[in-house]
């Protein structure tokens, strides 16, 4: 049974940092990229980052480039996402999700909640 679990949310002033964790378990981690997709009540599912099988391909969305880095441990089966200057507008629940496609891992094609495995979320809220 493929389960992922996100950890490492809060609340951080804006300019804060916040690394955000997936552990994944029931399949072959190494085989599959990842993502991190976040979720806001007016925005919907907005992909951030994705990274290849073996952490040799990175991809960002404009927003985040900068500031977010991804990266994996096939070894423990995680996945994580650095934040650096975290802003207002980057409050949202971040999930990690295995992707149906490669596509959608790059974020050439937007996620769609009922593709792919999901894990429950991590919320990360931004205030002054």
């Known amino acids: 049974q493929v389960q992922l679990v996100e950890s490492g949310g809060g609340s951080v002033q804006p300019g804060g940092s916040l690394r955000l964790s997936c552990t994944a378990s029931g399949f072959p981690f190494d085989d599959y990229w990842m993502t991190w997709v976040r979720q806001t009540p007016g925005e919907g599912l907005e992909w951030r980052a994705g990274?290849?099988?073996?952490?040799?391909?990175?991809y960002y969305a404009d927003i985040v480039k900068g500031r977010f880095a991804i990266s994996r441990d096939n070894a423990k089966n995680m996945v994580f996402l650095e934040m650096n200057g975290l802003e207002v507008e980057d409050t949202a629940r971040y999930f990690c999700l295995r992707p149906s496609t490669v596509s959608q891992a790059m974020g050439t094609t937007p996620p769609r909640q009922d593709e792919g495995y999901w894990g429950q979320g991590t919320q990360v809220t931004v205030s002054a």
């Open positions: 990274i290849s099988m073996k952490a040799d391909k990175m």
